[in-house]
């Protein structure tokens, strides 16, 4: 593997302490929630689907209701849409109600009720795309996947100095440094970890740089002193 991604892209070695000082910030920041408690590649996947557009503390309680009444592939596949629909009305957006049980049908017609292990076959099915594809292979199955988020996509903009267009999360240089980031020993700890990292600390207004563990090495910052 060459020193370097691409021009103008940090060196390799830039991204492994990235990773490590994000890691040792999750150990003491990270956030609970019941779908990072299980390793079920269904419950992490629609945990995923509910995610989208969607801010954590909401899905909790949606989630926990949902498996409560229909825990496996077989039940939310022989579900009734407005039963479904019920449950997910607190977290709006109704084309989710039939993604869901779409999705559902379709591993259970194609993969007898199992989980596909690449991201190939996760993103061949109804409302998978590329982050929750990663998400759920990286999160249930500990698989090298990368993910990409607009809050991922803005902190490798601060931290490496990434140019990106509005369309970030498909920027080739952002793909390459996430690659590299989920290559380490612990893929599942790590994008659970840059997950938080982003959300919480690298936050679209209201910096505060002083406090942040990468201040040291930060794109965003030294240009700014």
């Known amino acids: 593997m ?130 929750v594809a990663g998400a759920l292979l990286s999160i249930a199955y500990c698989k090298k996947e990368w993910i990409v988020d607009s809050n991922i996509v803005r902190l490798f903009k601060r931290y490496f100095g990434v140019k990106t267009s509005k369309e970030g999360r498909r920027n080739k240089h952002v793909i390459e440094i996430a690659k590299i980031y989920a290559s380490g020993k612990n893929p599942r700890k790590a994008n659970l970890a840059i997950l938080d990292f982003s959300a919480l600390v690298c936050t679209p207004r209201k910096l505060d740089c002083e406090k942040c563990p990468l201040r040291k090495r930060c794109h965003y910052l030294l240009s700014c002193s």
């Not at 994000?22 to 996947?45: A, S």
């Not at 939310?76 to 049980?101: C, H, M, S």
Request: proline share 5%.
């Open 2 to 131: 060459k020193n370097k991604l691409s021009e103008d892209i940090t060196s390799i070695k830039d991204i492994r302490i990235f990773r490590n000082k994000i890691i040792r910030w999750f150990h003491k920041n990270g956030r609970t929630y019941p779908w990072r408690e299980t390793r079920d590649p269904f419950k992490v996947l629609i945990a995923e689907m509910m995610l989208r557009r969607t801010k954590a503390d909401q899905v909790t309680q949606v989630y926990e209701r949902l498996f409560t009444e229909y825990p496996d592939v077989e039940a939310v596949a022989n579900a009734e849409d407005k039963k479904l629909e019920q449950i997910l009305y607190p977290l709006g957006l109704k084309w989710r109600t039939p993604a869901f049980a779409l999705v559902a049908r379709e591993m259970r017609e194609k993969y007898q009720c199992k989980i596909p292990e690449t991201r190939k076959k996760l993103t061949a099915l109804p409302g998978i795309g590329e982050y």
